[in-house]
């Protein structure tokens, strides 16, 4: 048997847009990422999200209110996470890279995203916490205009 | 468009209170030996200004950033978001206003990704009847007088009516 709270298909949570379950996945002192082209300094660079606990709260907050046009109705979307990679385990750290493929639907068009994802896990007893979730867009620099969902 | 009129003039009442959400903030400026006016001072500055500015024809100003408009054809418009940050100035204050740029701009931003789905609600619209007109009449009955033009609420359209006479004006030979 796996490690308890284990799911490597995590995007499904995003996918049913269940944000509670998805909030109890970080840890408090996480951080959720969406960095502009080949950054590796979060802190002190511009990126598409550097979501931090009140963040993440606020972000699903605004997704669940409704009142953001953009984001009521969202785009409905159906995504793929493969070609993991587990890169290193450092005592209880565990950092794994993946691939993310996402379409989303709305309005009648259908638009692809494709990611390179990066976890910092840590295991605890109660199963794996996310610690630092990176998703590089492979065109984080390009013409980008409105996500009502999670990467 | 002034949206906080106390935040008009940075330099004013800054003994106010420091808003809860700048405290962790200026803790780190006192922290790094700054003292408490330039740590009031900056932490305004990282607030940014309460109201927003929009230069004829294509720049718009608020809060941390710039908002530059180009149009590339008539169904295209680039519209490209510019952080701003204080050039030589604490790093902890510089770190805040790309955090506030990141919370309201960009696709992942809490404002940008509506104002673009307006945008392309708009593309759409203008695409409907061409006898159609496009009313941008808001705000016109309250309007006031002013000394640079007309006043309205915050909602009003004043600012796009502006707009459009002036290109109107400029266009005509």
Known sequence: ?151 | MVMIPELVDLEENLDAPIPERFQTLAQALRDEGHDEPQVRRIVRAVGGAGFNLNLFPNVSFSLAFFRVLTPVSVDRTDIRHIAIGMDGGPDAANRARLRLHEHFQGPMGFGSPDDAEVWERIQRGVQGGAALPILINRGLDDEQPGEAGPRGHISAETGMRAAYDMWKRMMQP
């Open chain 1, 1 to 151: 048997m796996g490690r308890p709270g284990l799911h490597l298909g995590r995007g499904g949570y995003a996918h049913r847009r269940d944000y509670e379950a998805w909030l109890a996945l970080w840890r408090d002192d996480g951080f959720y990422t969406l960095p502009i082209g080949d950054t590796q300094n979060f802190d002190d660079a511009l990126n598409l999200c550097h979501d931090d606990a009140h963040m993440r709260r606020e972000r699903i907050t605004r997704f669940q209110q409704g009142f953001s046009i953009s984001s009521a109705p969202p785009a409905r979307t159906v995504r793929t996470l493969s070609r993991f990679v587990i890169e290193s385990v450092d005592g209880d750290d565990v950092r794994v890279r993946c691939a993310e493929h996402l379409i989303e639907d709305k309005f009648g068009r259908q638009r692809i995203w494709a990611a390179d994802l990066t976890y910092t896990l840590i295991v605890t007893p109660g199963g794996f916490q996310i610690r630092h979730k990176v998703a590089r867009l492979l065109n984080s620099d390009g013409m980008l205009n409105s996500f009502s969902y999670l990467f």
